[in-house]
T-cell receptor, first 114, second 115 residues
Framework: GAGVSQSPSNKVTEKGKDVELRCDPI?????LYWYRQSLGQGLEFLIY????????KSGLPSDRFSAERTGGSVSTLTIQRTQQEDSAVYLC????????????FGPGTRLTVL | DAKTTQPTSMDCAEGRAANLPCNHS???????VYWYRQIHSQGPQYIIH???NNETNEMASLIITEDRKSSTLILPHATLRDTAVYYC????????????????FGTGTRLQVTL
């Protein structure tokens, strides 16, 4: 079956521009996570969606970051007024309800802010 | 999460079994052992997990010692595509809440499979 997909795979933008990153989770997975990973670093949790519950936004680094999940499926992470320190790989993962320890990751979007 | 110790790096010849150890001597009774890997420029990939019995799936086998203080991930016939950083994580099964269920990786073992 299809895994988690993310688009675009690469995004180069200028400082100050807004970007939108998309994640399509595995069908039937109610939980969706956004992480980011800077070069050579570990995973940084950003936001979590579970079904129709209010998202856990506790990992978002600033109010320039926001995310939504429409219809309990596709999610969009938006970064407004991008800064150079936003450059990283943005990873999306999904999991079945009740199984948050087995997360399935997408290939990531590599964001470069010039 | 219990502390884990893994070797920094390992080499394995293609076609041979890769045995990746993980020490978790402070593991408690309700903590599971999870393995993930991350191939260069790709997202992390779940491999396998177990509590106390040995487990096998299409990717790998997990051998957990009887005292549960250590485990070994076995890739039975390593290929070049198995070159990656392998992460051993020990933790209780998490509730479905974001912050509590987020994954955190240590430094892992960098496995290099060679011809």
């Amino acid at each position: 079956g299809a895994g988690v997909s993310q688009s675009p795979s690469n995004k180069v933008t200028e400082k100050g521009k807004d970007v939108e990153l998309r994640c399509d989770p595995i069908s039937g997975h109610t939980a969706l996570y956004w992480y980011r990973q800077s070069l050579g670093q570990g995973l940084e949790f950003l936001i979590y969606f579970q079904g129709n519950s209010a998202p856990d936004k506790s990992g978002l680094p600033s109010d320039r970051f926001s995310a939504e999940r429409t219809g309990g499926s596709v999610s969009t992470l938006t970064i407004q007024r991008t800064q150079q320190e936003d450059s990283a790989v943005y990873l999306c993962a999904s999991s079945l309800r009740g199984a948050p320890d087995t997360q399935y990751f997408g290939p990531g979007t590599r964001l470069t802010v010039l | 999460d219990a502390k884990t110790t893994q070797p920094t790096s390992m080499d394995c010849a293609e076609g041979r079994a890769a045995n990746l150890p993980c020490n978790h001597s402070t593991i408690s009774g309700n903590e599971y052992v999870y393995w993930y890997r991350q191939i260069h420029s790709q997202g992390p990939q779940y491999i396998i997990h177990g509590l106390k019995n040995n487990e096998t799936n299409e990717m790998a086998s997990l051998i957990i010692t009887e005292d549960r203080k250590s485990s070994t991930l076995i890739l039975p016939h390593a290929t070049l595509r198995d070159t990656a950083v392998y992460y051993c994580i020990v933790r209780v099964r998490r509730a479905d809440t974001g912050t509590a269920s987020k994954l955190t990786f240590g430094t892992g073992t960098r496995l290099q499979v060679t011809l």
